[in-house]
C-alpha cells in the first residue's frame, strides 16, 4: 500500500500528498534560512559542501550559474541521501547483530584483530574487514532503507511477457526482490551473511540480484563513501559496547521513503 500511495501523481490532492507538500516546504524554508545567512557573509561561503556549492556557482562576472532554488534542491538532496539513509543502514544492522550475537561476536573478533580496541579504521584496514561487508550487505539485502525505486520506461519494451509502453513508470519491490527464493535460495528470509562470502555476485543466481544501491548508469554515486561511514561507526560501537535488544522492541518495519522501525529500535548498550 505504502508504494501504491507513492506513485500517486504528486498533483493530486490526496493525504499523503499534502503532507508531503507541508514537509516540503519546512524542509526549504529550514534549508533556505541557512543559505541567505550564507549569502550575507560574502566574505566566506565555508569550505563545507554548501559553501562549495555557493563559490562554485559564481562566474567570473559576478553571475550564478544555479539558482537559490536548485542549490536548495541539492541540499536537500545530499541531507536525505547522505544521512537518513545511513542512519537507518545502521538501525536495520544494530537490530540484526543484537539478535545474532555470534555474528555481534564474530564481527568484534575481526574489529579487534585488524582495528586493536580503540584504533578507528583507516584506509588500510577498510578491505580487511570483510565478515563486516558481508553484514552490511546482509542487512541491505533484509532491510534496505529504499525499499522500492522508479524508472520511467524511455521507449516501448518488453520484458519476459508484459509489453511497457513509453512514458509507463515502472516500480522494483527491493524487499519483495531481495527475499525471492528463487533468486537467494531456501533460505532468503533468514540472516546469512556468509552467502556474501564470495562477493556480491556470487551472492544469489544472478550477478546483479543486489540492488540495494540501484544499478548501471543511475547507481548511487555515495555508496562507497556510505560503506566507509557505516563501517566506521560499527567499528567504534563495537569496540566498546554489546549491544542487545530491549524487551520494549517491537519489530515493525514501515516505509516513510526510507525503511524505519515504526516504534524505535530500543537497544541496551553494555560497555565491554
Known sequence: SQVLVSCCPRYLPTPSNIHIWKLDRKM???VKKVVDSRLASKQDYGDDLLGIMLKSCESERNERKLSIEEIIDECKTFFFGGYETNSNLLTWTTMLLSLHQDWQEKLRHEIFEECGKDKTPDSDTFSKLKLMNMVFLESLRLYGPVSYFSRDATKDLTLGHIKIPKGTTVVFPL???HSNKAVWGSDADKFNPLR???GVS???IHPNALLAFSMGPRVCIGQNFAMIEAKIVLTMILQRFRLSL???????PVDHLTLTPQYGLPVM???L
Open 175 to 177: 524487499m519483495k526482490m
Open 246 to 252: 530491549s524487551s520494549e522492541y517491537k519489530h515493525a
Open 196 to 198: 556474501f562470502e564470495n
Open 269 to 271: 548498550l553494555q560497555p
Open 28 to 30: 526549504k524554508n529550514s
Open 202 to 204: 556470487q551472492a544469489a
